[in-house]
T-cell receptor
């Protein structure tokens, strides 16, 4: 019940296209849903995050769509660029004093020029 | 600039060795975490600590232990390294939820190879 399921495992998009990565969860106690971006040789870094009282959050070309009833959330990258090529992880937080993050399995995105 | 620093980028150890992975953060965060990253499996939580000398098991604690003697330092210990522990290890720190600063900051990772 603490899993976060992420798909697809890999994604190839043409420059200028839209990249979409999906995640699903079971535990309704999750109260914070971030996306992390990881470039080769680096640790993951926070990209964008949303709380369940909001259905959408947009920051530049990156948008999270959140469907509380379906227990699903997704990352949309508009006008995808080669520099967006990275591994993307969705995550969910259980909250509480320990503030533990549960991660999805990751999506390797390649944006072709 | 916030920082989580892992002591080694690359390590090669022999089967049966005791291995120490060190992590230091400069953000005065109470919570620190050790994850293991493997292709197709994402980031799996090994152990976490919510205060000095306090620790809890994550999802895959077998074969590992941790130590947190000071707030800024969190060590991962492989008691007797095995080849199936060859992986990328990532340390992270995070402020407690009550502060509403919920971003987790990661180190650059330690690529451990056990031969």
């Amino acid at each position: 019940q603490q899993q976060v399921k992420q798909s697809p495992q890999s994604l190839i998009v043409q420059k200028g296209g839209i990249s979409i990565i999906n995640c699903a969860y079971e535990n309704t106690a999750f109260d914070y849903f971030p996306w992390y971006q990881q470039f080769p040789g680096k640790g993951p870094a926070l990209l964008i995050a949303i709380r369940p009282d909001v259905s959408e959050k947009k920051e530049g070309r990156f948008t999270i769509s959140f469907n509380k009833s379906a227990k699903q959330f997704s990352l949309h990258i508009m006008d995808s660029q080669p520099g967006d090529s990275a591994t993307y992880f969705c995550a969910a937080s259980l909250g509480g004093a320990t503030n533990k993050l549960i991660f999805g399995t990751g999506t390797l995105l390649a944006v072709q020029p | 600039d916030v920082k989580v620093t892992q002591s080694s980028r690359y390590l090669v150890k022999r089967t049966g060795e005791k291995v120490f992975l060190e992590c230091v953060q400069d953000m005065d965060h109470e919570n620190m975490f050790w994850y293991r990253q493997d292709p197709g499996l994402g980031l799996r939580l090994i152990y976490f600590s919510y205060d000095v000398k306090m620790k809890e098991k994550g999802d895959i604690p077998e074969g590992y232990s941790v130590s947190r003697e000071k707030k800024e330092r969190f060590s991962l210990i492989l008691e007797s390294a095995s080849t199936n522990q060859t992986s990328m290890y990532l340390c992270a720190s995070r402020a407690p939820k009550l502060t509403m600063n919920t971003e987790a900051f990661f180190g650059q990772g330690t690529r451990l190879t056990v031969v």
